[in-house]
C-alpha cells in the first residue's frame, strides 16, 4: 500500500507510547496534530509497571538513610523501559536527579518538559561541551583538558558550567587517577566559570559476592576525596554506589546513591542482597497469531531445525530477533496459560514457535509471556540472558523501538 502523503512526516516522528488507565504523564499534543498518528496496534508489545517502579522506590528509600539522594540512572531510554515516562515516575517517587550518558538523551527529556537536574555520565568530546553549558547540563570531568575547554565555553557563553569530579579508583575506564583527583579538584576550583558540585567514582565489580576489590575502591575514593578537602575544596555530593554497591555496601552510600537496574526491580546477580518490595517492571508480551499441528516427521521454523516425532501442537508468537529476543535454536521458553513451553526451531526475525502440545488450553490469540510472569511462572531477565550469554542490562536495554511500549499506571 502506497504511504499516505500525510503518513511521512510521521516516520520522523517520535515513536508514541500507548497508555492505559488515565493519561497523566504523557504530554497532551499529539492527537490534535494531523501529521502524527496514534500508534497502530501489534500483537506484541512491552508492558512498563509504573506501579511496580514506585513501590521499588519505596522499598529503595527504606534501604538507606533519609539523608542520601537518589541519583536516578535513566541512560538508554530508562534501560529499555522508556526514558519520559520512567524519568517523570522516578521524580515523582523522590529522586534528586538524573543521570544520563548522551546529550541526545538528555535534551529529549528537557524537550518533554523535564526540569531535574542531568549528570551527564562517561567522557564528553570536545564539541559536547557548548551544548552541555548551553542546556544545563552537569558534566562529569576527568581530566585537566576537559576541565579547561568546559571553563572555556563556559566564559563564553557567560555561564557557569556545574562539575562532578569524575575519580578513576580502578575500573580503568573514565576518570582522573585517584591519587592524582585532588590536583584536578584544586584546577577546578581555581576556575571561576566551573563549579564543583561533587565527585564520583564507579565500582567495577559491586554485584561480585566477593567485595574485597569494591572495599579497595572505596577505600581509594575516600583517600582521594580526603586529599581535596585537605585543600579546603568543598566536595559537596559525594558518590560511589550503583545498584549492586547500593545493596551490599550501606557503608559506601555517601551523600547519593546512582540507581539504574534496581529501579526497574532486577537485581544486578544473584550474589546481591534482596530487599523487600522489589518487582520488576517489565514485561514483555505477544499474542498467539497461529496454531500449527505437527505430524511425526514435520518440522518447523528455517533450516528444519526442529522434527516432530510424535504429534505436536506448535504455537506461533509474533515476535522474534528483529524485536530484541536472542535468535536462539531450540532453546528458551515461553509463558501460556500460566505454564512453560519450549521454544523448537530456530527463532526468527518476527516470530517464534513454542510446543504446547501439553497445554492443549491455549487458543487463538491468548496472550503469551516471553519475559515476565504469567501464573505462578516467571522468566527472568537473567533468564533470557543465559540464552545470549549476556547479562540482564544488555536483555532489557535490547528490546527494539519497534516493540510498542504500553504503560500501566494508577
Ligand atoms: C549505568 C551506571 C550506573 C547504574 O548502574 P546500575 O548497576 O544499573 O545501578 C551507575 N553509575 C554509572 C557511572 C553508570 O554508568
Redo the contacts with the bound molecule.
Sequence with gaps: MPLLESDVATLAAPVRTISTGPDRMQPAVQESTPTIRATAPRPAWIEVDLRALRHNYAAIHHHKRAAVKILA?V?DEAYGHGGYRVAKAVLECGASAL?L?TIEEALDLQQKGIRARMLM??ERAPDELKWCVAHGLVCSVGNKETAALLAAAADRAGARASVHLKINTGLNRFGVAWDQAAELAACIARSPALRLEGAYS?FAGSDEADKSFALVQLARFQKAVGDIEARGIPVPTKHIC???GFLDLPQAHMDMV?????QHGVY?SDACSRIPGVTPVMTVKARVTAIQKLSPGDSVGYGMHFHAETPRTIAVLPIGYGDGFPRVRNAGEALLAGKRAPIVGSVAMDALTVDITHIPEVRLWDEAVVLGSQGEETITAHEIAALKNTIS?DVLTGWKARLPRVYLDY
Design positions: 540512572v541512560k543521570a550518558s555520565m562517561g564507579h550503583n545498584s549492586g546512582r540507581i539504574g537496574l534496581l544486578p542490562y
